[in-house]
């Protein structure tokens, strides 16, 4: 078992061993963490990323465990970097603020336009797809500011035509995952704050992807390719 955890530093090229002494542990409080440590226990059969460069050695700091009691693999660490650093550099102080406020709001009317529905302030997917409990109109405008209402939801379905899904969402980068089916033939998804997408959709000639995009599922479709229509076999592109 190794025990591994993050540090509090960022730069484009690799620091140097001295760069890094007295750099303290990384601290998560994104999102509902609060307070521990990017600090974890990892099995060995778990192999380290070939990505990863050997630096050098350094004390481990007073307070640091000598194992976690999170359990989990390499993986993890690294997206524990990249979720802290993206609630303190990508994410607006109001949108922090109305997250971590949401934990004590209780039960909320919301109403895409198709009627009220009452959820908890702090639900963190919506199923606005018409195969869930949330109904939105079957055709004219969507209210998606009825997403305003519930500031923890970080994940949606959603299928059909965009309908104003993009602007939405780039107005409102707490959301980071999206499911989107029955996509239109071009998905404009660049001013998003998106970190995963899966998408489907026998027409799609075109994705526009945002920049801090981590992982992009092109899920299967039907069309005939001597039709001239694209063919997905459940392809999953993780990367960086």
């Known amino acids: 078992m190794t025990s591994a955890y993050a540090l509090r530093w960022h730069s484009v090229d690799r620091p140097s061993l001295d760069e890094l002494r007295g750099v303290e542990p990384l601290t998560l409080d994104h999102h509902a963490h609060d307070g521990r440590l990017a600090h974890l226990s990892i099995g060995s059969w778990h192999a380290v990323p070939p990505g990863f460069t050997w630096i050098g ?5 007073d307070g640091v465990p000598a194992l976690s009691n999170t359990y989990s693999g390499w993986q993890s660490l690294a997206d524990d970097v990249v979720g802290q650093r993206r609630w303190d550099r ?3 102080a109001a949108v ?3 997250y971590r406020a949401a934990a004590t709001r209780g039960q909320v009317d919301v109403d895409f336009g198709a009627g009220a529905a009452t959820l908890g302030a702090a639900t963190p997917r919506l199923d606005l797809s018409g195969e869930g409990s949330m109904r ?3 055709s004219g405008p969507v209210q998606w500011s009825a997403l305003d209402q ?3 939801c970080t994940a949606l379905t959603w299928a059909g035509p965009d309908r104003g899904l993009a602007r ?3 107005d409102r980068p707490v959301v980071s995952s999206l499911t989107w089916q029955d996509a239109p033939p071009v ?4 001013d998003t704050g998106l970190q995963h997408l899966s ?3 026998a027409d799609v000639r075109e994705v526009r992807l945002p920049r801090g995009l981590h992982s992009l599922e092109l899920a299967a479709v039907d069309r005939d390719p001597a039709y001239g229509g694209p063919c997905w076999r459940g392809r999953s592109a993780p990367g960086r």
Do not use: M
């Open 96 to 98: 922090k603020a109305a």
């Open 136 to 138: 939105v109109p079957t």
């Open 150 to 152: 519930l500031p923890r």
């Open 90 to 92: 990508k994410l607006p």
């Open 199 to 201: 998408l489907s959709g």
């Open 168 to 170: 939405a969402l780039a």
């Open 57 to 61: 050695t350094l004390p481990v700091p």
């Open 187 to 190: 998905v404009g998804l660049t």
